[in-house]
C-alpha cells in the first residue's frame, strides 16, 4: 500500500510567498502521484499567530483545493508549538516539514522519499550552499558543529527546517522550546535511523526574517538539554554521578591532608584549603544524591511506560 503524504508549514506572516509555495508543492506532489511514490496528500499550513493576510490566502486555496488545511493558534507560540500541534493533526504516514518563506525548494520532496526508501526514519536537509546574512550563518555553523560533536549525529544542519519523518517518529518525539532543531538528537535516542541530504536553499523573496539574538540563547540551552536527554536521560545517575565523585574525592583528600597536617601540631582552622575541601565534599555527596533521585525518577517513569518507542517490530 502507497503511503499519505503530509506536507507541514508552519508560518508566521508569509502572505506574499504562501500561493507560489502551494504552486510548487503541488506541481511536485502530483507529480509523485502519478508515479504511484504515495497514494494521496495533504497540505497543512499552521498560522503561528498570523496578524498579515496569510490566513485569508490560505483559506482561499482550501476553497479550490480539499487537500489543503489550515491549524490557526491563538497567538504567536514559536516554531517548535507550531509544529508540535501540526503533528498531531496530520494524518500522513509520511510527513514532510518545510517553510513558508520560499527558501526550500518543492522539488526537493522527491529526493527526501528516496532516502526514506533506504530503510530511514528521518531525514534531515543540509542547506549546503546557504543564501542567509552573516548573523545567521556563523553562528548556525557554531552550533551546529558543537551539537554534532556532542551527540555524535553526523549531521551538518540541525537547524534546517526541510525535514521527512516516519509517522513513528513524530509519534514519540516530543518537541518543545527551540526543540525543532533537535529532532534528530531525540529520534537517536529511540534508535530511530537519521540520515542527510543536501537541499537546495533560496533567498528569501517576500517578508524579512524571524531570526533574533535571543534565539541564539535558546538554541544554546536547548542544544545543552537535547545532548542530555540522548546520552543521560535514561541513566542519570552516570551524569550526576562522575560529577559528584570527582568533587567529592578533590574534597576528601585535601580533608585527609590537612588532617595528616593539623596531626603534625599544624593549624587549619584559618586556612582556606579547608572550607574548599569541606565545599567540595558537600557539593560532591549533593551531586549523588541528586543523581540517586533522578534514577528514582526515571525508574517510576519506565515502569508506567510501555516502551512502545523503543520498539520497532513485533512479529
Same mark, same amino acid.
Given at each position: 500500500?502507497?503511503?499519505?503524504?503530509?506536507?507541514?508549514?508552519?508560518?508566521?506572516?508569509?502572505?506574499?510567498?504562501?500561493?507560489?509555495?502551494?504552486?510548487?508543492?503541488?506541481?511536485?506532489?502530483?507529480?509523485?502521484?502519478?508515479?504511484?511514490?504515495?497514494?494521496?496528500?495533504?497540505?497543512?499550513?499552521?498560522?503561528?499567530?498570523?496578524?498579515?493576510?496569510?490566513?485569508?490566502?490560505? @483559506?482561499?486555496?482550501?476553497? &479550490?483545493?480539499?487537500?489543503?488545511?489550515?491549524?490557526?493558534?491563538? =497567538?504567536? $507560540? *514559536? #516554531? +517548535? %508549538?507550531?509544529?508540535?500541534?501540526?503533528?498531531?493533526?496530520?494524518?500522513?504516514?509520511?510527513?514532510?516539514?518545510?517553510?513558508?518563506?520560499?527558501?526550500?525548494?518543492?522539488?526537493?520532496?522527491?529526493?527526501?522519499?528516496?532516502?526514506?526508501?533506504?530503510?530511514?526514519?528521518?531525514?534531515?536537509?543540509?542547506?549546503?550552499?546557504?543564501?542567509?546574512?552573516?548573523?545567521?550563518?556563523?553562528?548556525?555553523?557554531?552550533?551546529?558543529?558543537?551539537?554534532?560533536?556532542?551527540?555524535?549525529?553526523?549531521?551538518?544542519?540541525?537547524?534546517?527546517?526541510?525535514?521527512?519523518?516516519?509517522?513513528?517518529?513524530?509519534?514519540?518525539?516530543?518537541?518543545?522550546?527551540?526543540?525543532?532543531?533537535?529532532?534528530?538528537?531525540?529520534? @537517536?535516542?529511540?534508535?530511530? &535511523?537519521?540520515?542527510?541530504?543536501?537541499?537546495?536553499?533560496?533567498? =528569501?523573496? $517576500? *517578508? #524579512? +526574517? %524571524?531570526?533574533?539574538?535571543?534565539?541564539?540563547?535558546?538554541?544554546?540551552?536547548?542544544?545543552?538539554?537535547?545532548?542530555?536527554?540522548?546520552?543521560?536521560?535514561?541513566?542519570?545517575?552516570?551524569?550526576?554521578?562522575?560529577?559528584?565523585?570527582?568533587?567529592?574525592?578533590?574534597?576528601?583528600?585535601?580533608?585527609?591532608?590537612?588532617?595528616?597536617?593539623?596531626?603534625?601540631?599544624?593549624?587549619?582552622?584559618?586556612?582556606?584549603?579547608?572550607?574548599?575541601?569541606?565545599?567540595?565534599?558537600?557539593?560532591?555527596?549533593?551531586?549523588?544524591?541528586?543523581?540517586?533521585?533522578?534514577?528514582?525518577?526515571?525508574?517510576?517513569?519506565?515502569?508506567?511506560?510501555?516502551?512502545?518507542?523503543?520498539?520497532?517490530?513485533?512479529?
Amino acid at each position: 500500500m502507497k503511503p499519505i503524504l503530509s506536507i507541514l508549514i508552519p508560518c508566521y506572516n508569509e502572505e506574499g510567498s504562501l500561493k507560489k509555495l502551494y504552486a510548487d508543492i503541488l506541481k511536485n506532489v502530483t507529480g509523485l502521484i502519478d508515479e504511484k511514490r504515495i497514494s494521496d496528500y495533504e497540505i497543512v499550513f499552521v498560522s503561528d499567530g498570523c496578524t498579515d493576510k496569510s490566513e485569508e490566502i490560505i @483559506k482561499q486555496l482550501i476553497k &479550490k483545493d480539499n487537500h489543503v488545511r489550515l491549524i490557526v493558534l491563538r =497567538r504567536n $507560540f *514559536g #516554531k +517548535s %508549538k507550531a509544529l508540535q500541534i501540526g503533528f498531531k493533526h496530520v494524518k500522513g504516514d509520511i510527513i514532510i516539514t518545510m517553510d513558508a518563506d520560499l527558501q526550500d525548494d518543492a522539488k526537493e520532496i522527491s529526493r527526501f522519499l528516496d532516502k526514506l526508501d533506504e530503510g530511514f526514519d528521518l531525514v534531515s536537509g543540509w542547506k549546503h550552499h546557504r543564501h542567509d546574512p552573516l548573523e545567521k550563518t556563523l553562528p548556525s555553523k557554531f552550533f551546529n558543529f558543537v551539537t554534532a560533536k556532542l551527540s555524535g549525529i553526523a549531521i551538518h544542519d540541525f537547524n534546517c527546517g526541510f525535514k521527512a519523518y516516519r509517522r513513528e517518529v513524530i509519534e514519540n518525539v516530543s518537541v518543545y522550546g527551540e526543540f525543532h532543531r533537535y529532532i534528530p538528537v531525540l529520534a @537517536k535516542r529511540y534508535g530511530f &535511523k537519521v540520515a542527510e541530504i543536501e537541499v537546495k536553499h533560496h533567498e =528569501r523573496q $517576500f *517578508g #524579512k +526574517s %524571524k531570526f533574533g539574538f535571543e534565539r541564539y540563547l535558546r538554541g544554546f540551552f536547548d542544544a545543552i538539554s537535547a545532548v542530555f536527554l540522548l546520552k543521560y536521560c535514561d541513566k542519570p545517575m552516570y551524569f550526576f554521578g562522575k560529577a559528584g565523585m570527582a568533587l567529592f574525592s578533590v574534597g576528601f583528600l585535601i580533608c585527609m591532608y590537612l588532617t595528616c597536617i593539623w596531626f603534625g601540631g599544624e593549624s587549619i582552622g584559618h586556612r582556606p584549603l579547608l572550607i574548599l575541601g569541606v565545599l567540595f565534599v558537600l557539593v560532591g555527596v549533593q551531586l549523588l544524591s541528586l543523581g540517586l533521585i533522578a534514577n528514582i525518577i526515571v525508574d517510576n517513569a519506565e515502569r508506567k511506560s510501555d516502551n512502545r518507542a523503543y520498539i520497532k517490530e513485533i512479529v
